[in-house]
């Protein structure tokens, strides 16, 4: 070994040991051990710092034999929590693949360019402008983020300022206007941007839990009367609670009225679009002035992968611009059609659009995954989960000890069991302990959420291992669990 930091390259065939086991741990057999192991394996990685290097074939023993085994199975065909799932193969080799061969996203080569490619293949997908500008970020988080900068950058520079190079002038008051049932990144966001969460105006929803347009109305007059500019209106396109989508065309009028920005947040729910079911709640969407939506979330994309995307480049550009530096730009050559070297242009410019300089080329995942199964596997998928979403509605429905807490828009159903002896908090504890006895037998792993003080089981199915027998399961062992834990608490109702 010729060099002390002695650290392997060269051997990737010895991939295929790992991937022998991640093809063992993807089969998902037997109890998940993660849990109930965690003692044994911290105890055998939670060692101090390595004075020596313990080599490669300690490294691969450790993650065969530790690390995958017990690693996380949101995979799993009967996952359904939150809105996760883990990569499906295609983005995975591609992921694999410009680790290697792609480990910038910048200069002139192939996933530099499949950047730009994927992002106008996910416009044609979900029918948004060709001209506008997208860029992947590391998800939902910063997609809003950076789509909020934007609306910054245009609702600042209308008053005659550049947020971007002179910060936020002091004598201006601005706010957010979203649902109540926006998603908390957004307000995580306006912190940052110097807007502040509490200028972020939950307006209220109607039962469906779609924002009241015309309580947005008299609250955006309203703050105007006390001297706040509205900045943008965000409408989520999928509540991660229920679904939920706003009315985008309405919420589109309502901006123009007021001149101010519209976002739309679909980093779950965009992909809806492609169902002909509820196609219709998307109406206006491609008049948004911007988007942000998820590939890692419907699209099963390596984790890591998010959208933002803005009608304007010129303004998105302003915003974050990283300012041509000599180390940068000054470093290049000419971008010709014919380039002598990869280095000497930036290819496809993507770090003026974002936060990050140096960032992961994740453009190649989204193009397998559409280059395997194009736009009719996308939809079928969508459809099959929003008709999976269906059929356990129609279960709930026809179960009289399951009843049903919010509509089905998308692929999420809101549920819990229910007992005519029991109280409502008494309800809650038993939904409570029947989630935590799914997610123990571990095979069923729905995820919960509030909705009117009500517990809710809510399984979200983007998953596309997710098969209808695990819908149907989620039933029956709601309805058994829920029976054996509500003949426990009439025994000893003081719990
Ligand atoms: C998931 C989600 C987010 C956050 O995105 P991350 O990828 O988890 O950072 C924001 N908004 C909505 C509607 C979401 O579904």
Wanted: aromatic fraction near 8%; glycine fraction near 8%.
């Amino acid at each position: 070994m010729p060099y002390p930091d002695a650290a392997a390259f060269g051997d990737l065939s010895v991939l295929a040991r790992l991937t022998e086991e991640l093809d063992r741990f993807n089969a998902f057999e037997g109890p998940d051990p993660a849990g109930r192991n965690r003692a044994a394996w911290t105890e055998h990685l939670g060692t101090r710092l390595p004075q020596e290097g313990a080599g490669l074939e300690a490294v691969l023993e450790d993650l065969r034999k530790w690390i995958v085994p017990n690693g996380l199975r949101n995979g799993h065909p009967g996952f359904s929590g939150w809105v996760t799932t883990s990569p499906t193969t295609s983005g995975t080799a591609a992921a694999l693949a410009s680790t290697v061969a792609g480990s910038q996203r910048v200069w002139i080569h192939t996933f530099n360019y499949l950047e730009k490619l994927s992002l106008d293949w996910l416009k044609q997908l979900l029918g948004f402008p060709e001209n506008w500008h997208g860029t992947y970020t590391t998800g939902g988080s910063s997609a809003n983020l950076i789509a909020l900068g934007a609306a910054r950058q245009w609702a600042v520079e209308q008053q005659g300022f550049d947020p971007s190079m002179t910060g936020l002038p002091a004598h201006l008051k601005w706010r957010i206007y979203a649902s109540s049932e926006v998603h908390h990144v957004v307000n995580r966001a306006a912190a940052v941007l110097g807007i502040g969460r509490r200028n972020v105006i939950g307006v209220p929803v109607n039962s469906a839990g779609e924002i009241d347009p015309d309580a947005l109305q008299q609250r955006i007059a309203a703050d105007r009367k006390e001297g706040f500019l509205p900045m943008a209106i965000i409408a989520t396109a999928g509540t991660v609670n229920t679904g939920a989508i706003d009315p985008i065309s309405r919420l589109r009028a309502i901006a123009d009225e007021e001149s101010t920005w519209l976002h739309v947040d679909g980093a779950y729910g965009m992909f809806g679009i492609l169902d002909d079911r509820v196609r219709e709640r998307y109406d206006g969407v491609a008049e948004a002035d911007s988007v942000a939506l998820d590939p890692h979330k419907w699209m099963a994309a390596p984790v890591g992968n998010g959208v933002a995307m803005v009608r304007d480049r010129d303004l998105m550009g302003r915003a974050f611009t990283l300012e041509p530096a000599a180390y940068l730009e000054g470093s290049m050559g000419q971008q010709d059609e014919v380039v002598a070297s990869p280095f000497d242009g930036f290819g496809e410019i993507l770090h003026e659009f974002n936060l990050d300089q140096s960032a992961p080329s994740r453009g190649v995942q989204v193009w397998a995954i559409l280059r395997e199964i194009g736009k009719s596997g996308m939809t079928d998928r969508v459809k099959r989960h929003n008709g999976f979403a269906r059929h356990l509605s129609a279960l709930v429905e026809k179960d009289p000890y399951l009843e049903q807490l919010a509509p089905v828009v998308l692929s999420i159903c809101c549920f819990r069991y229910v007992h005519p002896d029991l109280d409502e908090s008494q309800l809650n504890e038993l939904n409570r302990q029947l989630m935590a006895a799914l997610r123990a037998e571990g095979d069923l792993v729905p995820s919960s959420t509030i909705l009117d003080g009500k517990l809710a089981i809510r399984p979200c199915y983007v998953n596309p291992r997710t098969r209808l027998e695990d819908v149907d399961l989620l039933a029956t062992r709601a309805r058994e669990i829920g029976d054996a834990l509500a003949q426990r608490l009439k025994e000893s109702p003081t719990r």
